[in-house]
């Protein structure tokens, strides 16, 4: 394994035999050996030393072409580090002196962000004045549309309203046609029950004068048959003899005396 640190982290480079499967077997760099940690992987298992392209970065993804690995020997390494601690250096002086004036600059920039915070207040209440106006005139609008909308809807109902009174008029048309229909057919059958109880009358009277005329037939041969009878029994009786009646003779007037 090889180490190097990068911005305070020790990075390792070291090779992981196949104790723990095939699968993990390869080059890893990572903070410490056999962590569990690691941000790159190469299943090369022949190499001796680590590979110098086709590395997974991150070590679970697809290969980076980017990401390259160069072998230095051990004064190269060395002077790497030397400079590296040259560069760290130069920077925190840099730094320092940046602090420095970045102070002083620090001031001034204060004061101007007061100012334009000043400023920015105004401006911040001028928008917030806008802001409300704005409001107002939103809401102004709102209720003209509000109004607007009550209007239409006012219009609405009573179109709605006209409506069904022009509905409720067609339906009690219709129901005064139903119910002058209803009383004809009423009428109707009451003319044909009273011509159908004129028929029966009359045939009653029909009747009853046919049986007072078959009375009367009967009453007549009746008295017929007892005149008849009694003439029958009357012939048939004998008849008792009848004596000469003789009619007196009328005496001459007298003769007068002289």
Known sequence: SAQHQAKGIDVLVYFWDGRDGDDVCGWWFGPNVGGDKVWAYHPDRSAQHPPSSDWHVPHD???????????????DAAAGRQEENQS???????????????????????????RREEKEKGKGKDKDRDKDKEKDKEKDKDK????DKGKSKDKDKGKDKDRDRDKDRERDKEKDKEREKEKGRDREKERRDEKEERR????????????????????E?????????????????????TAEVLEPRPTPPAEPQT
Do not use: I, N, Y
């Open 200 to 219: 029966q009358a009359e045939e009653q009277r029909q009747a009853e004068r046919r049986s007072e005329e078959e009375r009367k037939q009967l009453e």
């Open 221 to 241: 041969a009746k008295r017929r048959a007892d005149e008849q009878s009694q003439r029958q029994r009357e012939e048939a009786m004998p008849k008792p003899p």
């Open 88 to 114: 760290k250096t130069r920077k925190e002086k840099r730094s320092t002196k940046g602090d420095e004036s970045k102070g002083d600059h620090k001031k001034s920039k204060d004061k101007g962000k007061d």
């Open 61 to 75: 993804g697809s290969v980076d072409p980017s990401f390259r690995v160069t072998l230095r020997s051990g004064a």
């Open 144 to 147: 003209a549309r509000d109004k």
